[in-house]
């Protein structure tokens, strides 16, 4: 791998003057050494017209490798100046979970031509993965693995690994199935290599196998590699066959994937397949306005409320000063709570059943934060606005109120942000839709009330 700032540019221009020079065997030896992914970043920084050129200057499985690492728009440009020939022989080099991916990812026009290609035995496979839903573990999963029967030795288990495991994607996990596929143990060539060749794979093989089903969520899937740290899950159907596997490969895709989904409904936004710099304008525009337009008119449940108390602001307009205050120090609190649960969720560290213990704990903590903050208000008003600056609208009947609706307006900002998104989530929503921006609209408008509340009775306004 190298260094992104320093190296690329290097890079980049030796690319450009070999190109230049047709020195393409020394462009191709310098290509050779370097990781897939670096090969894919260079051919996407070079640009379209020098990008086929670089492709093709590589051998088959390598080339094969750096497809896999482009995005989808350099892979559909590429399959569009291949070769029928060329275009065969990338897919016949790709694995099957590969292959979906970029079918997925592929106009229509592009699919039809790359199925066209496709061996029967790939189109089928493909076909037959792209049936499942897209967020389930049966979209992401590998149908080709490596499978022993109980009764092989582990030198018939060698002979075959030999024979078809260069076909697969890993052959350090082994699976041992029935003649109807059922699974029966799992094993690793690490156990092979340490038993002897009489023995039998019934002996060795570990039978309390940990598998996911294809109907289950592909983030279950990674969590689960992520938990036991396996190199790979075996996937089973409904009725317990091995159908697939899970590689921690697919496993990483799909965690960033959900993450970056996350991380943009959490800031309000519609979720993005594409990568910032190569999504359009119109689409980034449409991705955003939606929740902005519904966060924007929820906020009028706000100026209602500040209409409603018009005349108790204007007999003590010191309050006004206040309202920024306690609004941000609202949502702040929700927020806080929110992205804790909405991670603990995420990890399965909290459930439906917890949300009680959750709330008490929240209470809790949102109790000392708010006495915190509305003690150290407290003494910042006497001695800041009303001492230093000379506020003498800044009494201690005003002081109290705003320390009081600090201390429950943290409370109530904890307990919400907490509590959304567990309740989110057994509704059938994604917990990361409330976070920031809803908690901080519901907030606002509750702080609010509550202010108005001390006030009112307080103040006597």
Not at 16 to 41: C, F, G, N, S, T
Not at 336 to 349: K, N, P
Not at 370 to 380: E, H, M
């Amino acid at each position: 791998m190298f260094d992104y700032e320093e190296q690329l540019d290097q890079y980049l221009e030796t690319i450009e003057e070999m190109i230049r020079e047709k020195r393409y065997a020394e462009l191709r030896d310098m290509l050779l050494p370097m990781e897939p992914a670096d090969i894919a970043l260079l051919l996407e920084e070079s640009g379209e017209e020098k990008m086929p050129i670089l492709y093709r200057l590589l051998p088959k499985e390598l080339a094969a490798e750096v497809f896999v690492e482009l995005e989808s728009d350099s892979q559909e440009m590429l399959i569009r100046g291949f070769s029928n020939t060329e275009l065969k022989e990338v897919l016949d080099e790709l694995y099957l979970d590969d292959a979906v991916d970029i079918v997925e990812e592929m106009p229509a026009s592009v699919v039809i031509r790359i199925l066209e290609r496709a061996t029967p035995e790939m189109r089928k496979s493909i076909n037959e993965i792209l049936k499942y839903p897209e967020d389930s573990t049966g979209s992401i999963m590998n149908t080709e693995f490596l499978s022993l029967k109980k009764d092989m030795t582990v030198s018939d288990a060698f002979k075959r690994i030999r024979r078809v495991g260069g076909e697969m994607e890993t052959i350090s996990i082994l699976y041992v199935t029935d003649p109807t596929r059922h699974l029966l143990g799992v094993l690793s060539v690490r156990d092979l290599l340490l038993a002897e060749e009489e023995d039998l794979i019934e002996e060795i093989m570990d039978p309390n196998v940990v598998a996911i089903n294809t109907m289950e969520d592909k983030e279950d899937a990674a969590q689960a590699l992520s938990k036991y740290d396996f190199v790979a899950m075996p996937v089973v159907d409904m009725e317990e066959r091995l159908v697939g596997i899970v590689t921690v490969d697919d496993a990483m895709d799909v965690i960033e994937e959900e993450t970056t989904e996350d991380f943009e409904k959490m800031a309000a936004m519609l979720p993005s397949d594409k990568p910032y710099l190569r999504t359009g304008v119109c689409e980034t525009w449409g991705a955003r306005l939606p929740w902005l337009m519904v966060l924007m008119l929820s906020a009028t449940f706000t100026g209602m409320i500040l209409n409603h108390y018009e005349n108790a602001l204007a007999a003590c307009l010191v309050l006004n000063a206040y309202i920024p205050m306690l609004s941000g120090t609202g949502g702040n609190s929700g927020t806080q709570a929110s992205v804790a649960v909405i991670r603990a969720l995420s990890l399965d560290e909290v459930n439906f059943s917890d949300i009680l213990q959750v709330l008490w704990k929240e209470l809790r903590v949102s109790f000392l934060c708010g006495v915190c903050l509305g003690g150290a208000n407290f003494i910042k008003m006497l001695l800041v606005d009303r001492l230093l600056l000379g506020n003498a609208a800044v009494t201690l009947p005003v002081c109290a109120v705003v320390c009081l609706t600090i201390m429950f307006v943290v409370i109530f900002a904890k307990c919400v942000g907490c509590s959304l998104p567990i309740l989110a989530e057994k509704i059938g929503l994604d917990p990361a839709v409330m976070a920031s921006p809803f908690i901080t609209t519901i907030v606002d408008a509750t702080s609010l009330l509550i202010y108005f509340t001390f006030a009112s009775h307080l103040l006597g306004i």
